[in-house]
């Protein structure tokens, strides 16, 4: 397991493909993050498997 995971998801705004790096380390966790095309904020909230590996999902900010 590496503490950084690069993952491509599609902005849920303007379904353009983004790239997050997530800290692994920091456990499941919430944030908001902008979308590096339309610069929207983005609800990302990370869980950790088992083995540690990250399961993210994202939606607009106001869908929480």
Known sequence: MHFLESTVLVCP????????LIDCSAGEQRYIED????CR?????VALTVNGEPTVSVSQENDV
Do not use: G, K, N, T
């Not at 904020?41 to 909230?45: C, F, Q, R, S």
């Open 13 to 20: 705004y303007c379904a353009e493909s983004i790239e997050l």
């Open 41 to 45: 904020p983005i609800d990302v909230a």
């Open 35 to 38: 979308c590096e095309v339309c």
